[in-house]
């Protein structure tokens, strides 16, 4: 979609004189920025919900089991799964980002 609803914007950056390169690494790293914000949101909000459920179900059904936990949070895990989202956003991005690379500028500019 940002490729999409930046067509004349594109065009624009191509006639200033942007390399392929660039618009590509332009839209990649933004895919990449995407995913790293989406994955960082995601685990602020699961965490204060996993201690949630935490302490719901040592309240509850897990009364006799003290020191039990149903979801537990390992740095390493949070970290990798950050990395692994970042790179399926970064192949998402990768698709719109070679064909805004390949966009004529004069074409884009004509764009509406």
């Known amino acids: 979609?940002?490729?999409?609803?930046?067509?004349?914007?594109?065009?624009?950056?191509?006639?200033?004189?942007?390399?392929r390169g660039k618009v590509f690494l332009l839209f990649s790293i933004e895919a990449i920025l995407i995913g790293f914000f989406g994955s960082l949101f995601g685990i602020l909000a699961a965490i204060p919900a996993g201690h949630l459920i935490n302490d719901m179900g040592t309240k509850s059904f897990l009364k006799g089991l003290e020191g039990l936990k149903l979801i537990d949070f390992n740095p390493l895990a949070i970290l990798s799964i950050m990395c692994l989202i970042m790179f399926i956003a970064f192949l998402a991005g990768t698709l719109p980002a070679r064909r805004a690379a390949k966009l004529d500028a004069i074409t884009a500019l004509r764009y509406e």
């Open 1 to 19: 979609m940002s490729v999409q609803e930046r067509t004349r914007e594109i065009g624009l950056m191509k006639a200033m004189g942007l390399s």
